[in-house]
């Protein structure tokens, strides 16, 4: 196994301090998301004199050491460079034995949910979308080609996402980051007859859709249980632990509702080439899940309802629906391989994240394939990945 390549599936890039300033005509200039140094020397976020989030998260060390009960060292100069610089990260890369990863955004939200508090001009927000996009391109140029960022989209707009897709796809990116709530930007729910040309156009695209946790508003969640206090950040920054571990696995545990909807609602069934990755979920409760669907399937639809349907849950889940996993030890991931198989299990590490797989990376891969074959190795490992984002593990993309 220390010969086979990772094609890890989840990581973060902390965006560097002038992404968009570099970028900005002389209108937006001092208009655009930007990182300075607050008065108690941290760096952070600003849009104007508002502060917006923290820089990272990266919990990664200049010296690679991990920092641990924070969310982010919150100066770049402190930060592995590999958190932020494309060459670096590769160097990284390198010295675990990963030849491809799938990059994630940080300050706009994991589904690029954050965009909507830049302005109330939309033409600026829009901007905001295309410029990010434009900087991952360059990212993934600097990465080889083997640094591949998933795009962000303007997703109050959906005729501007659908031209996004188009110019994302020309550009070479290889999927997208997509926020499962759209009604915190205003939009109707997935399963609304509005969303359907954008689901064919990436289908036609060949783009997957990735669902990343926290891609949408959870106060809610925390309002249920935790009062007063619902800030998982205490002022010196280290974590409100409890809160903190509670709103990591509520948001894991969150992603088993997109995946009833996708099966339930029909969208599988009406684009039955598009892939879906529940990206930073975990594997392990999934067999629940899908055993959970097929019996109130048998239950609850009537024989007219299922007639609707050309494959019940589970094949929908094993056809189209990619899941990942990474601190999770081989009690969890044998049910997974043996209720589906092995081809739609992936690999994340989550680097450089809070409660990345860091390091240790090669030993949990052994600990929980090494009794495997090597046919499923191959498959979790990077084979599966490579079908989903249509790209070879350690080579690079091209542009369509």
Known sequence: MDQLPIFDIDTHFAEPGD???????????????HVRRKEDGKQAWFLGNMEVGMIGPSVVRADLGKELHTYTIPDFDQMAAASYSAPARLKFMDSQGVGTQIVYPNIIGFGAQKLMQVSDDVELRHWHVQAYNDALVDFQKDGQGRLLPQAALPLWDIEASLKELERIRKMGLTGVAMSDKPKDFGQVSLAS???????????????????????????????????????SILPDMTLNGPLATFTAINNFLQISVDIMNLILTGILEKFPKLNFVVVESGAGWIPFLIQALEHNWREMLTPGQRAKFKRGPKEMFIDQIYAAYWFEDSNCIDPFLKEFGNSNLMFETDFPHPTSLYPGVREQVVATLGHHSVETQRKV????????????????????
Not at 19 to 33: E, F, G, I, M, N
Not at 196 to 213: K, S, V
Not at 386 to 398: C, H, I, L
């Open 193 to 231: 007859p509005e969303w359907e040309r954008f689901f064919a156009t990436c289908q036609d695209l060949g783009l997957p859709i990735n669902f990343h946790i926290g891609s949408g508003s959870f106060e809610g969640e925390k309002e249920k249980w935790w009062h007063p206090e619902r800030s």
């Open 381 to 400: 490992l990077y084979q599966n990945a490579e079908r989903v984002y249509g790209v070879k593990v350690g080579q690079p993309a091209t542009a369509n």
């Open 19 to 33: 992404l968009w300033t570099s970028r900005a005509p002389a209108k937006y200039r001092d208009r655009v998301l």
